[in-house]
């Protein structure tokens, strides 16, 4: 059971726009920063969007984040099929005094 | 070029030991957050172990008293020492570098080293 919820899947077409949802609580999210994660297949996870909304330099601005109280969303536009990998939020909770992930969703490019 | 190298994942019995090390490369560990973090085959990501810059730690509840995190720094490694290990410890490590800035985020991930406890 994991602190942050997120969906376990979602999918899209190719050239499709899908958000992928992270919910927490007033411990984490609501006070906190998040961040999202890219994990293809295989692969160590990278770094997506920090600091809720912020692209690291090399992530295209296909993706996007943004946040509203206890929760968070990430937004891919224009879907590719490179695309398809696992998503993770990612935040600080001041009850466990470090940080949490969500559950991860799997994002499918039908 | 900022590396991280994992090392020490193996197959180990319920019970035992073993150390995981983690050799940077393109910054220096004294300076910088480092985290240890496990994914179980086929589950999600959990957040494991930090050592800060000031070298306090931190780590979950789930490896507390189990496993410790530390650092070298004239190696400019960092380790995981994982004792009275379980079967639900297997898993993939992955050593990483933590930004301190936005309430730490994962900035830089290693590559992974697996982890198999059983008998």
């Known amino acids: 059971q994991s602190v942050l919820t997120q969906p376990p899947s979602v999918s899209g077409a190719p050239g499709q726009r899908v958000t992928i949802s992270c919910t927490g609580s007033s411990s984490n999210i609501g006070a906190f920063y998040v961040h999202w994660y890219q994990q293809l297949p295989g692969t160590a996870p990278r770094l997506l969007i920090y600091?809720?909304?912020n692209r690291p330099s090399g992530v295209p601005d296909r993706f996007s984040g943004s946040k509203s109280g206890t929760s968070a969303s990430l937004a891919i536009t224009g879907l590719q099929a490179e695309d398809e990998a696992d998503y993770y939020c990612?935040?600080?909770?001041?009850?466990?005094?470090?940080?949490?992930f969500g559950g991860g969703t799997k994002l499918t490019v039908l | 070029e900022v590396r991280l190298v994992e090392s020490g994942g193996a197959l180990i019995q319920p019970g035992g030991s073993l150390r995981l090390s983690c050799a940077a490369s393109g910054f220096t560990v004294i300076s910088n957050y480092m985290a240890w973090v496990r994914q179980a085959p086929g589950k999600g990501l959990e957040w494991l172990s930090v050592i800060y810059s000031d070298g306090s730690t931190y780590h979950a509840d789930s490896v507390k008293g189990r496993f410790t995190i530390a650092r070298d720094t004239s190696k400019n490694t960092v380790y995981l020492q994982m004792n009275s290990l379980r079967a639900e410890d297997t898993a993939v490590y992955y050593c990483?570098?933590?930004?301190?800035?936005?309430?730490?985020?994962?900035?830089?991930w290693g590559q992974g080293t697996l982890v198999t406890v059983s008998s």
């Open positions: 600091g809720d909304t």
């Open positions: 990483a570098r933590v930004n301190g800035d936005y309430s730490d985020y994962i900035d830089f």
């Open positions: 990612q935040s600080y909770d001041s009850n466990l005094s470090g940080g949490v």
